[in-house]
């Protein structure tokens, strides 16, 4: 019995101590920091890639004189001097894609198009997404019925299916497939939010500030939202990951970002039928997702194992 | 449980009517000219004229809802615009290529990923747990299309001319062929009724219908077209199987009942398939119910990538093309395939766990 109050003012000592464990755990997982690492690499990338890549992503290598006079050919095969590549041939780390375009300098600035629509569209889902779900748990009643049976409808269609159909009417392009991304994502994280408000809305605390007359805004954003933020960051992690899948696959249909901009999916589009004669073209782009996807899974694995109080440690 | 049914399908109902007016309302916000995308872009105003007032499109939007429902509930679901015959027809021709290939990635996920999560979640942390659930993450991570090609590429190119080269596109070898059931069982059949859609859809599939029919060269011909297509497409769908699998069963294996079964003796696999399994199989199902939306989504892009014409192709063509009839009534079909699935899945719990009631 002593030793249980011990321990009790113990925690209470430390403050923020579920944030403290949770990040101290989280740098003890093996798989969390090998997506960290990953995810860490990919923002280099990203942020450095004018200092990268070797070539201008767009520039096509028939309009550099030097290159034309080494006799460079589209779709020609990676060349690396270090590996054997004969010195009089033209050094491109991954090849020459169909518009004889380096094919390393567009992959490294994949990685800019790739977070971005990971970042954007998640953010967009969990702003409107959590405010339709806070309302909606907050206020119950009809406004709860009409929000989340409408969130129903959105979940009744395959998620990529009703992104396809979004962009159609949209129109294809970066911003409106990551909107599509967004729209379709945003039940997930109104269902999340509406649960979390739930479970916090008839405690004690927030029954005083009623009883305080604090206004109901500021009980949302001050009381509600902190203790519903742990579940929301692992969702949002993992959703970033689905995002960027989702991304690609609009791309490569043609959807999302328009040739020439370097994004992966859109390259992995424009050359997937060059896949039987020049398969570097598809593999290095789709291994570029497929590296930041799975950063993106270990993370909110890691953090979804982190921040669940439930986990004995 | 049957009140329980009763009462679940009386709440789709509202769902379903919001899915119908969702899919109406999109299919009509495409921007774009219905007219010129099925005729062509030299069309005339004239032909144009006549073709919105003979498929209604000339009137209001809500009274087009309002006619659409009503032939809806008379069984009549109207004709593609762009192929010119009835979305039925259409449908019992494309629907068994996606049944057929979302099935076969289906149990090839569940009959691999169950017994890996298993696997991983007794040998925890050992060697063999790491790289499994290594490969499950990396699973999990890949692009299905970017799967599909690397698939097609290794397959059908590297090992070419090797015993395990498999085909990278189509479903059967050109020249080889299947007769729709009724011709080879002899039924007369009349086209339109409902035995002929019944018998028409089980034809389509091809591996069932070479199984019943004993073709067996058409068989091996078939599943060998089936094997790349399925693989890429129930990969991703394995590998959540399995993660969920090994976290359900690990949190099950640390329970006082199963502690009870090791002290009285049992043998550590009836501890773990029998006792232990059982019960960790719950959050399991629900999750290879969830696949459904990812194979149909997934379905989409392997369909692209292997030349078959099953819903999702002809669903993305629609939309890009602007073929209303189809839009509407191919989405209907998987949004209702989708509220039928979850009833299901929920109805196994029962099933799986006699401490369920429903009610």
């Known amino acids: 019995m002593q030793k249980h109050t011990e321990t009790k003012t113990q925690t209470k000592r430390k403050g923020s101590s579920l944030w403290h464990d949770a990040m101290r755990y989280l740098f003890r997982q093996r798989s969390a920091i090998l997506g960290m690492s990953i995810l860490g690499g990919m923002l280099l990338l990203a942020i450095f890639a004018p200092f990268i890549a070797t070539h201008d992503p767009t520039l096509s290598m028939l309009d550099v004189p030097e290159q034309v006079a080494m006799g460079i050919k589209r779709r020609l095969p990676p060349c690396i001097h270090l590996l054997g590549c004969p010195a009089e041939q033209p050094q491109h780390l991954m090849g020459l894609d169909s518009n004889v375009r380096d094919l390393f300098s567009r992959v490294i600035y994949g990685a800019r198009y790739s977070l971005y629509i990971g970042f954007a569209s998640v953010g967009f889902a969990i702003m409107i997404g959590s405010l339709l779900g806070a309302v909606a748990g907050y206020l119950g009643g009809w406004v709860d019925n009409v929000v989340m049976r409408l969130m129903d409808v959105l979940l009744a269609f395959p998620a990529l299916l009703l992104a396809i159909a979004i962009v159609t009417v949209l129109g294809p392009g970066l911003v409106n497939a990551l909107l599509a991304i967004g729209i379709v994502s945003i039940p997930s994280y109104a269902r999340v939010m509406r649960a979390s408000v739930l479970s916090v809305k008839e405690r004690d605390f927030v029954t005083a500030d009623r009883a305080l007359g604090v206004p109901s805004i500021r009980i949302l954003f001050h009381r509600i939202l902190p203790n519903a933020i742990t579940p929301l960051i692992v969702q949002g992690t993992l959703g970033i990951a689905t995002a960027i899948l989702d991304a690609a696959a609009l791309s490569f249909l043609g959807l999302g970002a328009q040739p020439p901009t370097p994004e992966w999916g859109t390259m992995l589009g424009a050359e997937r039928n060059q896949v039987f004669t020049a398969p570097h073209l598809v593999f290095f782009p789709g291994i570029g997702i497929m590296l930041t996807v799975l950063s993106f899974n270990l993370l909110g694995d890691g953090l979804r194992d982190a921040l669940d109080p439930r986990l004995n440690r | ?359």
């Open chain 2, 1 to 359: 449980m049957t009140s329980y049914i009763i009462r679940r399908l009386l709440l789709a109902i509202p769902v379903l009517l919001g899915i119908l007016f969702v899919t109406f309302a999109l299919a009509r916000m495409i921007p774009g000219d219905p007219c010129r995308a099925v005729l062509g872009e030299h069309a005339t105003d004239q032909i144009c004229d006549a073709f919105i007032k003979r498929h209604g499109l000339d009137k209001p939007i809500p009274t087009q809802f309002a006619v659409y429902l009503g032939e809806i509930t008379h069984g009549d679901f109207g004709d593609s615009l762009r192929f010119q015959r009835p979305v039925t027809a259409l449908l019992s021709e494309r629907l068994p290529v996606t049944v057929e290939l979302g099935l076969s990635a289906l149990i090839l996920a569940v009959i691999v990923g169950i017994p890996l999560g298993i696997i991983s979640a007794y040998w925890r942390n050992s060697a063999v747990d790491v790289g499994t659930m290594l490969l499950a993450n990396t699973g999990v991570s890949m692009p299905v299309f970017w799967l599909g090609l690397m698939l097609a590429y290794i397959f059908a190119v590297m090992l070419k001319g090797t015993p395990i080269w498999l085909p990278p596109s189509g479903r059967m070898t050109s020249g080889m062929s299947l007769p729709p059931l009724y011709e080879t069982w002899n039924i007369a059949v009349v086209q339109g009724e409902g035995w002929y859609s019944v018998l028409a859809f089980l034809s389509n599939i091809n591996t069932f219908n070479a199984l019943v029919t004993g073709h067996w060269l058409e068989l091996w011909d078939a599943i060998k077209h089936l094997i790349l297509p399925a693989v890429a497409l129930g990969t991703i769908p394995m590998a959540i199987i399995a993660r969920m699998t090994r976290s359900s069963l690990l949190e099950v294996l640390g329970l006082d009942y199963v502690r009870t079964a090791r002290a009285k003796g049992l043998q550590e696999h009836a501890v773990v398939l029998r006792h232990a399994l059982r019960n960790a199989m719950l959050p399991v199902a629900t999750v290879i119910g969830l696949q459904l939306g990812t194979l149909l989504g997934g379905a989409v892009l392997t369909e692209t990538i292997f030349g078959l014409t099953g819903v999702g192709k002809t669903l993305f063509d629609s939309i890009t093309s602007r073929d209303y009839v189809v839009v509407q009534v191919f989405t209907l079909v998987i949004a209702v395939g989708f509220v039928a699935v979850n009833l299901i899945v929920d109805l196994s719990y029962a099933l799986l766990d006699p401490r369920v009631r429903l009610d």
